[in-house]
């Protein structure tokens, strides 16, 4: 009886043991569930193990929102093919250069950027965002993009296969062509596409895991070097410039030409025999412009103006015009003079080789 008692006795006890030890262990279990929730997925410090390397390209980014940390997650995506793209250019820029008269010029007729920022556009376009996750105590977004390597990797065959085609539909109109401003036209368009191709097959050897593309059986260097040979035997631009500083302006305008890859036949007496293809024809004039002092240092100010037309000489249309002014100031009216005549040389050459380029080569929607 009396051990019996003293078991009730105790009970209470024990039953308030028996609570502390479930309420701690509640609590620990809560701590431990706190610290699992608190961890940060494997993709934010390191490689993914739902997202290999073998399967995906990936791109962490991480800002103190969501939209700008998707946005550093696409950029580091875009970076991973930035360097193969910018050492790839490096190497196209040597196609897209000639050499007049011992001088080295860059020929500016095909953007290499525009082609880069093409194929870059069209490749993250296969990058998604696959996982999210916020640091509450640092309230700083995490953000995962993937590209799946087999998806993009198809969708840049795809593009190159088409590109093929159509550079093959190209060459034969180039070389079937009853014009030659046609085989011109269709030179350089095989020659822009050959150079996106190029883009998207430099993207699709970083894509692919075993580093191959897909190699074309055309040359991009041969093609180019065709367009030049072809622009060089036949066709001839020529360019008169008229009035008392006709030789600096005729010069801007001739190097202009020359870096868009156009041949200048020389004008005056030795070309008389000679039938241009395009006559550049104009004159620029300086005149000095009497403004009022406006300190104790008088500025000289020079008015220029420029007028050229362009003429196709096969049709006697005109087929472009250049009509600028401007006016430049300085203390000595030597080089007031001097800074008008050059501006006038950098901007009559830019609009003249723009104007004769989009004629030549003809306007492409990109």
């Given at each position: 009886m009396g051990s019996?008692?003293?078991?009730?006795?105790?009970?209470?006890?024990?039953?308030?043991?028996?609570?502390?030890?479930?309420?701690?262990?509640?609590?620990?279990?809560?701590?431990?569930?706190?610290?699992?929730?608190?961890?940060?997925p494997d993709w934010v410090n390191g490689s993914s193990k739902k997202y290999p390397a073998v399967i995906y390209l990936t791109g962490v980014g991480y800002a103190d929102t969501r939209q700008a940390a998707e946005d550093r997650a696409y950029a580091a995506i875009s970076k991973i093919f930035a360097a193969e793209i910018n050492s790839k250019t490096q190497e196209w820029e040597k196609y897209f250069q000639s050499d007049a008269k011992g001088r080295t010029e860059d020929s500016r007729q095909i953007n290499i950027e525009q082609a880069t920022e093409v194929s870059t556009k069209k490749v993250l376009e296969n990058v998604t965002i696959a996982e999210t996750w916020l640091d509450e105590s640092k309230a700083i977004y995490y953000v995962l993009?993937?590209?799946?390597?087999?998806?993009?990797?198809?969708?840049?065959?795809?593009?190159?296969?088409?590109?093929?085609?159509?550079?093959?539909?190209?060459?034969?109109?180039?070389?079937?062509?009853?014009?030659?401003?046609?085989?011109?036209?269709?030179?350089?368009?095989?020659?822009?596409?050959?150079?996106?191709?190029?883009?998207?097959?430099?993207?699709?050897?970083?894509?692919?895991?075993?580093?191959?593309?897909?190699?074309?059986?055309?040359?991009?260097?041969?093609?180019?070097?065709?367009?030049?040979?072809?622009?060089?035997?036949?066709?001839?631009?020529?360019?008169?410039?008229?009035?008392?500083?006709?030789?600096?302006?005729?010069?801007?305008?001739?190097?202009?030409?020359?870096?868009?890859?156009?041949?200048?036949?020389?004008?005056g007496p030795a070309a008389s025999d000679l039938?241009?293809?395009?006559?550049?024809?104009?004159?620029?004039?300086?005149?000095?412009?009497?403004?009022?002092a406006s300190g104790p240092q008088r500025t000289h100010f020079v008015r220029w103006s420029a007028a050229f037309d362009l003429t196709d000489k096969a049709s006697q249309q005109v087929i472009g015009s250049v009509a600028r002014q401007g006016r430049e100031g300085h203390l000595t009216a030597l080089e007031a003079e001097a800074r008008a005549l050059r501006t006038a040389e950098r901007e009559v050459a830019d609009d003249v080789g723009r104007q004769i380029a989009e004629f030549i080569y003809g306007k492409e929607d990109k």
């Open positions: 019996e008692r003293t078991r009730h006795r105790s009970s209470p006890r024990v039953l308030r043991g028996w609570i502390i030890l479930t309420t701690g262990l509640s609590v620990f279990l809560g701590l431990v569930s706190l610290v699992r929730a608190a961890a940060p993009a993937v590209m799946d390597r087999q998806h993009a990797a198809s969708a840049l065959r795809d593009r190159i296969t088409s590109l093929d085609l159509k550079v093959e539909e190209l060459l034969k109109q180039a070389k079937e062509g009853d014009h030659k401003l046609q085989t011109v036209r269709a030179l350089h368009s095989a020659v822009e596409n050959l150079l996106l191709r190029e883009a998207y097959n430099t993207e699709l050897r970083v894509v692919n895991p075993t580093g191959k593309g897909s190699e074309s059986g055309v040359s991009l260097a041969v093609i180019n070097r065709d367009l030049r040979e072809f622009l060089a035997k036949n066709f001839r631009i020529m360019v008169e410039v008229t009035g008392e500083n006709s030789e600096p302006i005729r010069v801007a305008i001739v190097e202009g030409l020359n870096r868009q890859g156009l041949p200048v036949v020389s004008a039938q241009p293809d395009l006559l550049v024809k104009g004159a620029v004039t300086l005149e000095p412009v009497q403004m009022p």
